[in-house]
């Protein structure tokens, strides 16, 4: 029987494969200061929420999405913008929370949002 951490463990390492460290179990997390954080969002978040049957993944991002962008939680929109391009989101849809928070989280929101979207999913390009 799986616990919630481990359920969680086998979520993110298949929505953001690039925050987990290789065969370990262990995530790629500061260590110091507020240290358990990571392992409560794993057991709690992914564990317990995102595995909920009400809503699929793709449901689930772009709900995110909207609360993070709400938020202008940049940090953590750099990680959900190419997740929920994995998880079955178009970048078109991605452009379209941006615009439509705008209405209700502000232009302020929106326009970090977008700026962050530009940063995540258009890096510039290398001119060697």
């Given at each position: 029987m799986s616990t919630a951490r481990?359920?969680?463990?086998?979520?993110?390492?298949?929505?953001?494969?690039d925050l987990t460290s290789g065969d370990s179990d262990q995530?790629?997390?500061r260590d110091g200061f507020a240290t358990?954080?990571?392992?409560?969002?794993?057991?709690?978040v992914f564990g317990r929420l995102w595995v909920r049957p009400g809503l699929d993944l793709r449901a689930r991002s772009l709900v995110t999405l909207g609360i993070l962008i709400a938020l202008r939680a940049d940090t953590?929109?750099?990680?959900?913008?190419?997740?929920?391009?994995?998880?079955?989101?178009?970048r078109e849809e991605l452009e379209e929370v941006v615009f439509h928070s705008a209405a209700y989280a502000g232009f302020p929101a929106a326009a970090l949002a977008?700026?962050?979207?530009?940063?995540?999913?258009?890096?510039?390009q290398s001119t060697e």
């Open positions: 481990d359920d969680g463990l086998a979520l993110l390492r298949q929505m953001i494969p995530l790629r997390l358990g954080l990571g392992e409560q969002s794993l057991e709690t953590e929109l750099r990680i959900h913008f190419p997740t929920a391009l994995r998880n079955g989101l178009t977008g700026q962050v979207g530009r940063e995540v999913l258009d890096p510039p």
